[in-house]
């Protein structure tokens, strides 16, 4: 019998590993592939891990995307539009990913994605949640934070809807992203690929325990929650004319203040940062949100709590 | 009446400072776009300098090319084919830029060239010569190196027809390839820039003070001169299965010995660079080098050297 305040909840059986719904974003290309080929690293007995690359085209181009961004396609238009040939390339997986690993909000939906990122910025090891209300996700990402604490993770909460958008592991009950950087676009690096590495197999250890009855008292997770996005200064035609200032350049997660140097011109004039508070810029110069309008985002720190989690014996 | 053993060369009155001749490599598109809207930072009294976007369609699209890569188009065959509407564009455009900074070989041609590249490796300040043999153009990198002394700028030296290339710069009579590394693709550091910035300023002045009449004395300079590429481990389907090694990897012009590690696999196996002699790695993880079949580029030392040069006076 659970103690009072427990929250008892089911097993979590079938976990997907996506990597490649960027295409030139290596690390998580890499590990799929290799994962395909062996599995046992991802073997759990309790578990049912399978390993998925989700935008085989764009990784075969090397590309982010080749019609639009799948991580951005995952919305409910495109889930129900009627499959046409027109179609955009990711659309049609986006409804794909919903048919193999949903669908979206059904019970026999995937109990868990972990998906599988690289970023230009220099955000370190980043998981991200789109939820401040998963008892089970943010016990995970407690224990995983915990367990690697040298490898010095951060959390970003993506659960303001000014930030966020159909990411594709939303199709599963549960998700984290896992954002490791810096790497250049197209490069794979062995350090960066070693602490996805880790960051995987802890996220599996933690769903394996909880599988085998051990119970995770309650705990507190100090987070980001983004908010906004700050795009570039540009000129009437849309060109970038300031760029990310070196003090600016990665320091991702350090307190920006009102005042502070955000960006630089070619003149040499330095554009400050004119907010009225201070703020933890996050995904500062990810070379894919130029085109987003986004040279960063800023986070507010907040404290989320779990309550304790418990397999239901059911 | 020069000094026996100087050469008496040309003034040097026409030098093109080219950007995004790969569309990606964001410090040349910002300084060009820059400069073609305010020139005054790169004038100087004897000079002609024109700023130049030579893959137009390519920094549009933020790729490094559209249909094949500009920095390889530059061949005879590709010169004197006709024109044609279903001609590769990067092939126009080697013909457009042939015709309008050279003919290449021509006495008319432009007088030099600076080609302005980014890479994500770790080159820092890389200077490219594709001659050992150019008095003028081994005195204009002396200058550089010994003026920007703390900005530690390497000097690598394409001669070797294993690793030459129709580069875009050779169009003109003299050239260097500047490559600052690293930064990601699609992506525009401000250190990166500012020290391209300093670069190119260094070798303006260099041809200022050359028409001046200033004399530069015999000179040795000390480059790496590239012999061989080697390419990733690869299974029978040519897929990558080592990648760099953390020990080689941000490692460029140091001493890579028979038996250091080179590659490593998703198993963790160490793979050990097999060749019989020391050699000094550069380029080693460009990201656009992965479809070319590089990993890293083999290089060994050598001293060049260079008579005196002075303007003739005719
Ligand atoms: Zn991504
Ligand atoms: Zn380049």
């Known amino acids: 019998m659970a103690s009072a305040g427990v929250a008892c909840l089911p097993a979590i059986r079938r976990i997907a590993v996506f990597g490649g719904t960027h295409g030139n974003e290596l690390s998580g290309v890499f590990l799929v592939r290799h994962w395909l080929k062996d599995k046992s690293e991802l073997q759990r007995p309790s578990l049912e891990v399978q390993p998925y690359l989700s935008n085989p085209a764009a990784v075969q181009r ?3 995307y080749v019609d639009c961004d799948l991580n951005r396609a995952f919305t409910e238009e495109n889930l129900s539009m009627p499959l046409s040939d027109s179609m955009p390339y990711e659309v049609k997986r986006a409804q794909e990913i919903n048919h193999l690993f949903g669908p979206k909000g059904n019970e026999n939906a995937y109990d868990f994605i972990i998906d599988l990122h690289n970023t230009t910025s220099n955000v370190g090891n980043c998981l991200i949640m789109k939820t401040s209300k998963d008892d089970f996700t943010i016990q995970m990402i407690h224990y995983i ?5 040298h490898d ?3 959390v970003l909460l993506l659960e303001n809807p000014a930030v966020q958008y159909g990411a594709v592991r939303t199709v599963a009950k549960h998700c984290i992203g896992l954002e490791i950087g810096p790497q250049p676009q197209g490069v794979i690096r062995a350090n960066i690929l070693e602490n996805m590495r880790k960051l995987v197999n802890s996220a ?7 599988n085998e009855g051990k119970e995770f008292p309650p705990c507190t997770l100090d987070v980001y929650r983004a908010f906004e996005k700050v795009d570039y200064p540009r000129d009437s035609e849309g060109q970038i004319i ?3 200032h070196p003090q600016l350049q990665d ?4 307190q920006l203040k009102p005042g502070d140097p955000s960006f630089l011109t070619l003149h ?3 554009i400050p940062y004119n907010g009225s508070s201070a703020v933890y810029p996050v995904f500062v110069n990810e070379a894919a949100y130029y085109e987003k309008k986004s040279a960063f985002l800023l986070t507010e720190k907040v404290t989320l709590k ?3 989690v418990k397999v239901s014996k059911t």
């Open 62 to 64: 090397c590309t982010r």
């Open 204 to 210: 599996l250890d933690f769903a394996h325990f909880y």
């Open 145 to 149: 934070k915990n367990t690697l604490i």
């Open 152 to 154: 010095n993770c951060q």
């Open 306 to 308: 779990a309550n304790s």
């Open 242 to 244: 300031g760029i990310i």
């Open 251 to 254: 320091n991702d997660w350090k």
């Open 268 to 270: 040499g004039r330095t």
